[in-house]
């Protein structure tokens, strides 16, 4: 869907430079012409109807678009900066339709700590159909440079990553694909576009999964893509019509109503956050914090100078590794044992066992003594005694543990 301007009918905006914090409760989201409701209408209907055959009011058949999703991509993409954006199932509907565009031979180039999910996308999907992949440290530009051929389509790169919370010049590795006419990809679900606009930075394609910030409630399921070039777009548009992965319009109205707060569960997101890391960084049971806002973190000024700020989740490796690890993940109250993120309560897991399964016994498998949190909107305070008390209680469990192993 061709989503130029942010602007849509009944609003008075043209004259007006709106700040991020208007759009996301506007763009995309006018009232209904028809009734004046404010919120966005949820349009079930599957067929519309045309006044003659082929004329259509822009609508003809649900799958290929619907007046809730439109409005849904026009939100994200105004957000994003793109003048096109399209709606998907899942965040993993929305990775494939740009895979789907590589053929036999072609090769793609990901991050050395790329989401499970993605990695076996591209080597358990397309890599049995013959698209070649490498997987590298983006954020070190030799690695990336040595791994870029004639033949490579596209680069994937998350930043920050997931679950280490790697940051990835983006404009830099923009600069490298581009030398060799592969189109860049951000998945820019940790970041989210209040924090970071990979658009602007010279990717050409954004990724969301709309599951977790976007959405922010653990209730609704989907995935974008924004993007600015037509022809890329123009296969998207016909991917996403032909092969039908498209959200529900009351999924679509629950992100779009999820995205009218983005602003301020991102700052509460980001403070809470940036406790945590600050506390977990002095705790005497914690080896080793990641986390994008700490001065140590290796890529600290590269996030500093392409993000706003620096997100919701932190990881964390305990001394004690892997028994430490389960011992914490299973003993937090407020922190909820789960997979996925993003939302308004604060999860905890260890990837290696959960989000993570896929990459097992491969170059990007995932150290079992790391800890993700996703970092909720509770007080930061009772987040804190939270993982202090399950941190004890693991430390507590290892003594006894060598103390019975003596015995």
Partial sequence: MDNTGMNDAGMNFEDMELKFETQVVHAGQAPDETTGAITVPI?????FVQSAPGQTRGYEYSRTSNPTRASLERSVSALESARHGFAFASGMAAENALLNMMVPGDHVVMGLDAYGGTFRLITRVYGERGIAWSAVDLSNPDSLAAALRPETRQVWLETPTNPTLTVVD???VADAAHQVDAIVVVDNTFATPYLQNPLVLGADAVVHSSTKYLGG???????FVAVNDDD????????????????????CYLLLRGIKTLTVRMDRHCDNAEAVAEFLS???????????????????QVAARQMRR??????????????????????TKIFQLAESLGAVESLIEQPATMTHQSVAESPLEVDPGLIRLSVGIENADDLKADLDQALGQATGQATKNREHHRS
């Fill in 43 to 47: 349009h079930l209907a599957t067929t």
């Fill in 170 to 172: 983006i404009a830099a």
């Fill in 217 to 223: 409630h653990s209730d609704v399921v989907g995935g």
């Fill in 232 to 251: 890329l777009a123009e296969r998207l548009a016909f991917v996403q019509n032909a092969a039908g992965a498209v959200p529900s319009p009351f999924d």
């Fill in 282 to 300: 002095a705790h005497p049971a914690v080896k080793r914090v990641c986390y994008p806002g700490i001065a140590s973190h290796l890529n600290h």
């Fill in 310 to 331: 620096f997100g919701g989740m932190v990881s964390f490796v305990p001394h004690g590794g892997e028994v430490a690890a389960v011992a914490t993940v299973s003993a």
